[in-house]
């Protein structure tokens, strides 16, 4: 009985542990991988000046599909 009793804690312990790990991928580390994923797609499909800021970024912006120009923001200079 001991014997069963101890593998039920541990698998309790164990659920614990994963679920605790699932919500902290999903709250911290996803948003953030989220993010990354959206400004460099957003960077890649930019226009941007031929010419890079001294810090070595180069100002963008954006047309969606319907023309519109978006506000400039700033990507990494890739030569």
């Known amino acids: 009985m001991k014997e ?3 593998e039920l804690n541990m698998t309790v312990f ?3 542990v994963v679920a605790a790990l699932g919500v902290f991928f ?3 580390i996803w948003p953030a991988i ?3 994923m959206a400004s460099n797609t ?3 499909d930019a226009i941007c000046a031929s010419e ?3 810090d070595g970024t180069v100002d963008c912006y954006y047309v969606d599909r319907k023309g519109n120009k978006t506000a400039n923001f700033t990507c990494v200079w890739k030569g």
């Open 4 to 6: 069963a009793s101890g």
């Open 34 to 36: 989220k993010n990354n």
């Open 52 to 54: 890079k800021n001294s």
């Open 26 to 28: 999903f709250t911290i």
């Open 14 to 16: 164990v659920v614990t």
């Open 42 to 44: 957003r960077c890649s």
